[in-house]
């Protein structure tokens, strides 16, 4: 079982930034793909970033591309989620999760096994 935490999350004005952060055992890392996803009342649950073991590959939904920073710092066990030029769109419950496969990153949130708690991100215009 892989714990993940989240953290960061609050209420910021349209434009603001919010960083978001998932801290998870330090060998999750290497082996698992680490990705960030939100979900809005009455939507379903979309990626918004996904990173490959070891980090050195990203991939990031469309709405997000240029906006959205996804990074990890293994010294430190975290994921990270940098928001810049929030708009009120991504307002969410935003998760953290790791799929153990390790490969299709980016294949969607079924191939995820492990799952945060969630955190709320709020973009006021």
Known sequence: QVQLVESGGGSVQAGG??????????YTFRTNCMGWFRQAPGKE???VAAIWPGGG?????DSVKGRFT??????????YLQMNSLKPE????????ADPGG???SGGSRRY?????????????
């Open 103 to 105: 490969t299709y990153c």
């Open 57 to 61: 590959r990203t991939n990031y939904a």
């Open 45 to 47: 649950r979309e990626g």
């Open 17 to 26: 930034s919010l960083r978001l952060s998932c801290a998870a055992p330090r």
């Open 113 to 125: 096994n492990y799952w945060g708690q969630g955190t709320q991100v709020t973009v006021s215009s």
């Open 90 to 97: 991504d307002t969410a419950m935003y998760y953290c999760a």
């Open 70 to 79: 996804i990074s990890q710092d293994i010294a430190k066990n975290t994921l």
